[in-house]
């Protein structure tokens, strides 16, 4: 079997590996070998984190529309029954902007749900 020279594919598939690791520290972002294994591990981190970061806001949302509902005397579950009743289609971030930026169209939101 020939020996085989990789030169700069192998050259250039290493210097691809290695500026993605820019900024990490010690050796993981000068040695190819720890280097490889740290950006494995980072992808790893990022893909998983991409799926949780959705459930981190969705939590938030709630938390915040369950607060501005509170102030009005109302829990979170009983106001989203009520929207759906009142056919009304808006999703929890949109709903817990108004809460926090725009408190009157909220509590015009709630007076609405509660004629409903």
């Known amino acids: 079997m020939t020996r085989v020279k990789r ?8 210097k691809k590996v ?3 690791t820019k900024g990490f520290r010690g050796s993981s972002s ?11 591990k980072a992808l790893k981190y990022a893909y ?21 509902t509170r102030m009005s005397n109302m829990t979170y579950s009983t ?9 009304i289609v808006l999703n929890r971030k949109l709903l817990a902007q108004l809460a ?14 509660e004629g409903v």
């Open 79 to 87: 106001f989203i029954h009520k929207l759906k009743k009142a056919n």
């Open 100 to 113: 926090v930026r725009d408190q009157q169209v909220f509590q015009q939101l709630f007076s609405y749900i």
């Open 48 to 68: 998983r984190d991409r799926r949780k970061m959705k459930r981190e806001f969705r939590k938030l949302w709630i938390t915040r529309i369950n607060a501005a």
């Open 30 to 40: 000068v040695l190819f070998r720890s280097a490889n294994q740290r950006n494995m």
């Open 18 to 20: 290695l500026s993605l």
């Open 7 to 14: 030169g700069y594919v192998a050259r250039k598939r290493r």
